[in-house]
């Protein structure tokens, strides 16, 4: 099996943060500059699947759902699904922007993955909710298609590559996610998984480990 890992076009809150205060976030859009980005991935994508039809599974968030149309591949997929467990962190209420910045400050300080965030969701929830996907991705019969790909979000991206390859918290932790519409492709030959190319990486690991 191979997974394409996708992560959405530039959205409006990657680039006015406020954004969050009167939209939704499953509600925000690309900006123009995300469709452009989305509409130049799509070509590499197409080159990255090398003529196989994948089975598709998108974040229902309003930007992951518009990166793939604009990826322009729809015909070339053998099937599309919607999947809830694929979504952004959930952050709770953000309409107030002092209490925002609060909360990211504390996140940032306690840990990305075990900060539970008011009304939302630790890193350790996302991590549990890819693990049940992974796990039903792994049940599928032969005629599931060997080839996948995820459009989703950073920080889900970062952990379904945690589960994939059991990686520390303290390695996912010192990871940076991918920036907007950037993937990464991991395969598994037998029993191993592969990764193309490693997440960079802003600080060294705690424990040494490094990315496999």
């Not at 974040?59 to 729809?74: A, N, Q, V």
């Amino acid at each position: 099996m191979r997974i394409i890992l996708l992560r959405h076009a530039e959205s409006l809150g990657n680039v006015d943060e406020l954004a969050y205060t009167r939209i939704p976030d499953h509600a925000l859009p690309l900006t123009d500059d995300g469709r452009e980005q989305a509409r130049l991935t799509g070509p590499e994508i197409e080159e990255v699947l090398d003529g196989q039809r994948p089975a598709v599974y998108v974040s229902p968030y309003l930007r992951t759902r518009e990166t793939l149309r604009l990826l322009d591949i729809r015909d070339t997929c053998e099937r599309i699904t919607q999947e809830p467990r694929l979504r952004e962190q959930d952050w709770g209420n953000l309409q107030d922007p002092q209490e925002q910045e609060v909360q990211k400050q504390r996140r940032h300080e306690f840990g990305h993955f075990f900060y539970r965030l008011p009304f939302g969701e630790s890193g350790a929830d996302v991590d549990d909710r890819v693990a049940a996907f992974l796990s039903e991705l792994g049940a599928c019969g032969e005629d599931h298609p060997d080839t996948v790909l995820v459009v989703s979000h950073g920080l889900t991206i970062r952990l379904l590559c945690r589960r994939l390859f059991g990686w520390s918290i303290e390695l996912f932790e010192s990871l940076s996610n991918p920036t907007t519409c950037e993937y990464r492709v991991v395969e598994r030959v037998g029993d191993k998984w592969t990764l193309d190319r490693p997440f960079r990486q802003w600080r060294d690991s705690p424990d040494g480990e490094t990315q496999i």
